[in-house]
């Protein structure tokens, strides 16, 4: 079974690089929330692949950022009980 020190995790997380990156994940996640409203509000790119990608790319983003130890914890020991 893997573990993450949460001492350790805290220091990462604090870092002022992480800290920007995780900034970033949350600014990146706005902007496709963004450019899913243009792009379903005017119709003129009612893609259904586009607006399903951009909503997953948002989803996706979002749940990075919010990320702690336990969910990396959870994330792989399960893939290690898949394998």
Not at 12 to 36: C, D, F, M, N, Y
Not at 42 to 70: C, F, H, I, P
Request: aromatic content about 4%; overall charge negative; cysteine-free.
């Amino acid at each position: 079974m893997i573990t993450v020190d949460r001492d350790d995790f805290e220091i990462w997380a604090s870092h002022p690089v992480t800290e920007l990156l995780i900034k970033g994940l949350k600014a990146e996640a706005a902007r496709a929330k963004q450019v899913w409203v243009d792009a379903s509000w005017d119709g003129e790119r009612n893609d259904t692949s586009l607006l399903v990608a951009l909503k997953e790319r948002a989803r996706l983003a979002l749940e990075l950022s919010q990320m702690d130890a336990g969910t990396i914890e959870v994330m792989l020991n399960g893939a290690d009980e898949e394998a």
